[in-house]
């Protein structure tokens, strides 16, 4: 796992503007019977219609959507009690959690109460705003009180994910785990390590899934919770074991299971060596495990391990349970979450794990053959099919429980519902920046002395993406990094101009000067040629050198486009290379082409553009590239120059590439509206699928569109993606942002390992 600075995580929350979350109307506000409707006077209308029937506040408010993310910050991760202000970040980042892995909406709010029957009149007081409420970060025993009032008193959805989070997930851990090594849960001995309110939670749902309660002992910071102890509060009470063990070491002797949520190395691999045969141990303190992940595994061979870190096998993270969860509770509008709900995302969860694994998820942490197994016991975080599997699992145990006020009939239509929820979540940015890892390829950064180029490449070397190389003046980019505070240990640096250089300059002028002799360019003037940094970027690259160039930031991006076409080259069978964007919106992935290369463009070049976009689409995606070529004509409709070359275009793929799913040519609101495409042009060759690829007759109308939705806020882009050359060389603007340059170097990178696999 990447290394989180503190400047690194301040900068995150403070630019470009404080915190996470934002708030976005989701009603027309640009006339002023749009403000008549929103405001006085016609708000009074619904104002009447819930003072009737209060339930109608889920038909006339986004309360049905909305969960309070609340807290008093008594319990905050590993941080202790910080109070309500200094958790607020982990509250707004909770909340922006429900957002993107569940479509709703996460308000944070941060209670500056202590007392527990306090904070529950307060939170009470603030359940007609929110269809479901998360508690959050609460310290034991308070924690349970709270819960238990709160869930008593109030008709809505309320949970402590760090209780029952935690439990539901490593539930459904243990589940899978059991049936990997031939045991049965009624049968087990479980220690749990650890005696909080996670734990507790745990060991509850634990016995709801047949764990004998005399077949557990749990353990506290004094050591075994022991029925001589007169220390003990209720809730450990009903844990207290009458078994002559005392301690951690003599409870580990002979267990099947291991359950730790208390803190780092407090196990042993002597205490691992101790327990019963096919031994499972969960080891979940945060963020450091009970026992190094190495020295767990290199123990015995025969255990299943599981932490709560990314960067190992078997992440048991609440991320798999909450969102969905209340997913399924709010569209149920139940008014609790019961035991049958939690049950139920337990099994679904579980069942998750034993299917196929897509492409998608593999791609996303670039591993091939996930399969269900020691390694594999819970399906990964960035798993779309969470929310198709757990959220309706939850919603049918409401309603078989009784407690929903809303059912649902059309459950395909409910699956259908939940694809469109969650909007842009950059799922495609993510898989990319996981799959470049899979290569760390050698990556080029042409400006080496420019701050954004050089945190780029920092980042880069951080993440695990590529191995950046700066060209530049060694001691003035080391000063420039200095004054950023970015760490350029282990980062090569070229400098084109240096003596030290001068054996690969001659060696790429050599290989120029014998490719473009027939241009008048001799050995000397190549020489000279390699003094510029791009010239001497792409030979590196052409040369073997290194994998991907990437240049742009002070030169003007046409000329680097002619020369990158004169040094690397045109891929055979093309006559032409283009540009591409990626933009990642509410309604899917857009690709969008020729963005940034050829002015005006001819058929053949209109078709080479195509090509090269599907190519990259199959390249960079698992989905199939389904193409429009797009004018201000509709199939035939004009007759002017353009449209007819469009249309000309079309029938030339259509006799050339007759698998490939393009038609055209066509508006835009047609290739996007595939139902209103489909109704008004029946015979479209592409009916019935959704396109995601957007090739445009020229580039003015290309760039305006990306410039366009870039600055409308419709989404995160990749790009320009240069398509068609010989090798990875792509090109940046003189403004682009680090985020950007990074994106498009784990493009680049990918590029790189797909092009030449060796």
């Not at 209109?606 to 201000?632: G, Q």
């Not at 007759?639 to 000309?648: D, F, T, V, Y």
């Amino acid at each position: 796992m990447a290394k989180i600075t503190k400047e690194m995580a301040l900068d995150y929350h403070r630019y470009p503007r404080p915190g996470k979350t934002e708030v976005i109307p989701t009603k027309p506000y640009s006339s002023q019977q749009d403000l008549s409707l929103a405001y006085s006077p016609g708000v009074a209308y619904p104002c009447l219609e819930i003072k009737e029937n209060p339930d109608d506040s889920y038909l006339y408010t986004n309360r049905s959507n909305l969960v309070g993310v609340i807290s008093n910050g008594t319990a905050v991760l590993g941080l202790g009690n910080i109070g309500a202000e200094a958790g607020k970040p982990v509250m707004e980042g909770k909340a922006l959690l429900f957002k993107i892995f569940a479509g709703l909406d996460g308000f944070d709010i941060e209670i500056n109460e202590t007392d527990p029957d306090k904070f529950v009149e307060i939170v009470k007081a603030l359940v007609p705003t929110f269809g479901g409420i998360n508690l959050e970060d609460i310290k034991a025993p308070e924690c349970f009180h709270i819960e238990d009032r709160l869930k008593a008193e109030c008709d809505i959805p309320i949970m402590h994910d760090d209780q029952h989070g935690t439990a539901i997930i490593s539930a459904a851990g243990l589940i899978n785990a059991l049936e990997l090594q031939g045991k049965k849960a009624d049968e087990i001995r479980l220690v749990v390590n650890g005696a909080g309110a996670a734990a507790i939670a745990c060991a509850n749902l634990y016995i709801a899934l047949g764990v004998k309660p005399e077949n557990i002992v749990m353990c506290d910071s004094k050591g075994a919770i022991h029925v001589m102890r007169q220390d003990l509060n209720e809730r450990k009470r009903r844990f207290a074991t009458s078994r002559d063990v005392h301690t951690l070491a003599e409870a580990m002797a002979g267990a099947d299971v291991f359950l730790g949520l208390s803190v780092k190395d407090v196990l042993t691999p002597d205490m691992i060596q101790s327990m019963a045969p096919r031994p499972i141990v969960f080891a979940l303190a945060n963020p450091d495990p009970e026992i190094e992940y190495s020295l767990a595994m290199a123990s015995r061979d025969d255990l299943i391990f599981a932490t709560g870190r990314s960067d190992y096998p078997n992440q048991i993270n609440n991320v798999l349970g909450f969102p969905y969860i209340f997913r399924g509770a709010l569209d149920t509008r139940a008014t609790e979450i019961n035991e049958a709900m939690k049950l139920a995302a337990v099994y679904a969860i579980a069942s998750l794990a034993k299917e196929p694994v897509p492409t998608v998820v593999e791609k996303a942490y670039g591993q091939k053959g996930m399969e269900f197994g020691r390694n594999y016991i819970l399906p990964k975080p960035l798993d779309p099919r969470l929310l198709l599997t757990v959220a309706p699992a939850v919603a049918r145990a409401a309603i078989e429980s009784g407690v929903a006020r809303r059912k649902i009939d059309d459950w395909d239509e409910y699956h259908d519902s939940l694809t469109r929820v969650t909007g842009f979540d950059n799922k495609l940015t993510r898989g990319l920046l996981e799959e470049a890892k899979r290569y760390r390829k050698k990556v080029v950064f042409g400006e080496g002395n420019t701050d954004h180029t050089l945190l780029a490449a920092v980042d880069v070397k951080r993440q695990g993406i590529g191995e950046p190389v700066l060209l530049g003046n060694a001691e003035m980019i080391a000063v420039r990094a200095a004054r950023l505070g970015a760490d350029i240990s282990g980062i090569e640096i070229v400098n084109p101009r240096h003596d030290d250089s001068a054996p690969m300059r001659q060696e790429f002028a050599e290989k120029l000067a014998a490719r473009r002799h027939r241009q008048g360019v001799t050995v000397n003037e190549a020489v000279e040629l390699m003094y510029d940094r791009n010239y001497f970027g792409m030979m590196m690259v052409d040369s073997g050198y290194a994998d991907a160039f990437i240049a742009g930031a002070y030169a003007g991006s046409n000329r680097l486009q002619r020369l990158a076409g004169d040094v690397i080259g045109i891929r055979d069978g093309y006559k032409s290379f283009a540009s591409m964007h990626v933009i990642e919106t509410k309604r899917g992935t857009l690709f969008l082409a020729d963005t940034a290369t050829n002015e005006l463009n001819d058929e053949d070049t209109l078709i080479d553009v195509t090509r090269l976009a599907a190519s990259s689409v199959s390249k960079f995606t698992t989905d199939e590239p389904v193409i429009a070529l797009v004018s201000y004509s509709n199939f035939g409709s004009s007759h002017a120059p353009e449209s007819a070359k469009m249309h000309n275009v079309i029938d030339r793929l259509h006799a050339e590439e007759p698998t490939l799913a393009v038609d055209g040519e066509m508006q835009v609101n047609y290739a996007l509206n595939a139902p209103l495409r489909d109704r008004v042009f029946p015979f479209n060759r592409i009916k019935g699928k959704q396109v995601n690829t957007l090739v445009f007759p020229n580039l003015s109308a290309a760039n305006t569109a990306t410039r366009l939705l870039l600055e409308m806020g419709v989404g995160e882009s990749i790009g320009p993606i240069q398509m068609g050359l010989k090798r990875p060389v792509h090109f940046v603007k003189v403004d682009a942002p680090v985020r950007d340059i990074v994106n498009l170097a784990a493009v680049a990178v990918i590029d790189a390992a797909l092009s030449n696999p060796d």
